[in-house]
């Protein structure tokens, strides 16, 4: 009898420890996806604002510098042919346009602030900076501004990628079956989508581009977590 008292094992433990590993693998699986999602998210993004800045620190072409096989940036004149102020709309102010038709014909409207408007008149010869094919920028004496290219399909890439990584990651820390994750998702896919075509438009730093979006995801995958585990 005494025998069979001490052999005698709880029932059911090693199956709860079992699925308790379990639980902790599957949680760690989510996690390590989730955050490997956005990171990937991110590194599409950063490579964005790199390719939208590259040609500021590329040689010009036809220079020593411009070895074959080198990335450059040429330089065309253009003649301003138009001007016209327009309004922004929202509050946001006026809008100064200029028309400039380049050496090979081709012309091409471009957002410049006042100050280069009104340094302009119809006629003023100007450069204009290519990268790749495309007008990066145009310049006259000391004003320079860029042209504000949008890479929608590299946002909505993005913009789905933290999406999902953001679900992911509070469905692996909060572990719980609820629709938060998935609502705050679709909540980040939007403003990632807004905010990648939005600053990778935009002439900025690499690491002035990523603290907000980066934050914001923080955030809102922070609020997924906490509203799935108090669903």
Not at 179 to 184: D, N
Request: aromatic share 10%; with cysteine.
């Amino acid at each position: 009898m005494n025998a069979r008292t001490e052999n005698a094992k709880p029932p059911g433990r090693p199956g709860r420890l079992t699925g308790t590993a379990a639980r902790v693998l599957a949680q760690g699986l989510l996690l390590a996806a989730g955050l490997a999602t956005t990171v990937l998210g991110f590194s599409w993004f950063a490579g964005a604002i790199d390719q939208a800045n590259a040609y500021r620190s590329a040689p010009a072409c036809g220079t020593a510098a411009a070895t074959p096989g080198t990335d450059c940036t040429r330089y065309e004149t253009g003649k301003v042919t138009a001007r016209d102020v327009s309004d922004g709309g929202d509050g946001a102010g006026d809008q100064y346009w200029l028309t400039v038709t380049r050496e090979a014909g081709h012309r091409g409207n471009y957002l410049v602030g006042w100050d280069f408007y009104r340094a302009t008149e119809i006629g003023t010869e100007v450069n204009v900076a290519l990268w790749h094919g495309r007008v990066a920028g145009v310049s006259y004496r000391d004003h320079w501004d860029a042209t504000r290219n949008t890479p929608w399909l590299t946002s909505l890439e993005v913009a789905l990628l933290v999406a999902i990584g953001s679900a992911l990651t509070a469905y692996g820390l909060s572990w719980r079956a609820s629709p938060a994750p998935l609502a705050v998702a679709a909540s980040v896919a939007l403003f990632a989508f807004l905010g990648s075509s939005f600053i990778a438009a935009e002439p900025t730093s690499l690491a002035g581009a990523l603290v907000v979006p980066v934050l914001g995801w923080l955030g809102m995958t922070a609020g997924a977590t906490f509203a799935a585990r108090e669903d």
